[in-house]
C-alpha cells in the first residue's frame, strides 16, 4: 500500500461520518434523547480522528501524485488548504463532542446548549467537507476540474 492509496483509505469518513451524525444529531434534539446525540458525537469524534490520520497521510500522497501530467501543484495546494480549515473545524467538533458526552452522562444543565454548538459547527464542517472533497476530486478528476472551470467562467461573464 503507498501513500496515496493510504490516503484515499481514510479520507473519505471524516466528510462521510460528519454528514451521518448532522442527521443523527438533528433526530437526538428534535426528540430529545441523549442516545442519540450521544451517537452522533461519537461519530464526530471518530470523524476527528480520521481527519488527522488524513492530515498525516496526505503528504505521502502528495509525493505520489505531484509529478503526473495532469496533476499541478496549485491543484493539490488548495485541496491542502481546504483539508487544513476542515481538520480545524473537526478538531473543535470532537472536542465538544466529547464536552457533550461528559455532559450528557453526568445529566449537566447546560447539555442542550453543547449540542446546539456542536449542530453549528457541523454545519461549516459539512461546507468545508464538500470544498475539501471536491478540491480533493479536482487531483485526477479533470473532467469535475473542467465543470468547476465552465461554472467559473460562465459566472465571471454576467
Known sequence: ???????????????IGTILGFGILIAGISLKNNTIKNTAYCLFVVGAIFAAISMATGDGAEDMVVKM?????HIIHEHEEMAEKLALILYILGMI???GLYFNFK???????????????VIVAIFLGKETGTTGGEIRH??????QNSIEVSNSKQ
Open 97 to 99: 463532542s466529547i464536552i
Open 142 to 147: 479533470t473532467e469535475i476540474r473542467q465543470i
Open 69 to 73: 501530467p495532469t496533476v499541478g501543484r
Open 1 to 15: 500500500m503507498n501513500g496515496a492509496h493510504l490516503h484515499m483509505v481514510v479520507n473519505h469518513f471524516p466528510i
Open 107 to 121: 445529566k449537566k444543565p447546560k447539555a442542550n446548549l453543547v449540542s446546539y454548538l456542536a449542530l453549528t459547527i
